[in-house]
């Protein structure tokens, strides 16, 4: 009798865990979260190149090559930087990133996801132009916002942010991709 209830009992758990499952929707993937935006004409002289400021992410260096973009950021306390890659679409570009911890290796030293921002021009004389726009983490397009105003006279420079990871730890050109600017020197000769 009291290795019938048991038997039972363990069936009973089987059954539950096989239907469990099925019954909260787990074999699905999440449906990616989508900015709900159109693009629009960019406002007339304005141009995507250029550098934005933003509190929390710092300088962000933006440029653009036909309807592709590029762009780097460095936070302020210069302890992550980011770069993103994305289409323009008139006002509107949507981006993938990435942004690094500095100083960290392995699986937590980055994160991703993807992105937009809307180019916008405020009403009046002598305004600065803004990004308007929002980044998600893995698939998702939404999330954090992010909104930054265009620096005047300054000029975007993306070789300024960031490395290559890993490979640029050390020092010298022994990745022989001449990073460093200038020569590459020899190895020094030992004292005696």
Known sequence: ?????????????AALFVTLPAAVGCDAAPEPK???IT?????QGAKWDGVYYNELYGYLHLVASGNQMKGKWLRRQKDKWGELKGEITGDLLKFTWTEHTVG???????????GYFKYKRPEGENVDDTLKGEIGKGIDETGEPWDAIKQRNLPPDLDSIGGSGAADLGGGDW???NKEKGKPEGPAKPKK
């Not at 009798?1 to 758990?13: G, H, Q």
């Not at 960290?104 to 993807?114: F, H, K, L, Q, Y």
């Open 39 to 43: 693009a629009g004409d960019l406002p």
């Open 104 to 114: 960290a290796v392995g699986p937590n030293s980055s994160r991703s996801g993807r």
């Open 1 to 13: 009798m009291m290795v019938s209830r048991r038997v039972s009992a363990a069936l009973a758990a």
């Open 175 to 177: 990745d022989n991709d």
């Open 34 to 36: 989508v900015a709900q």
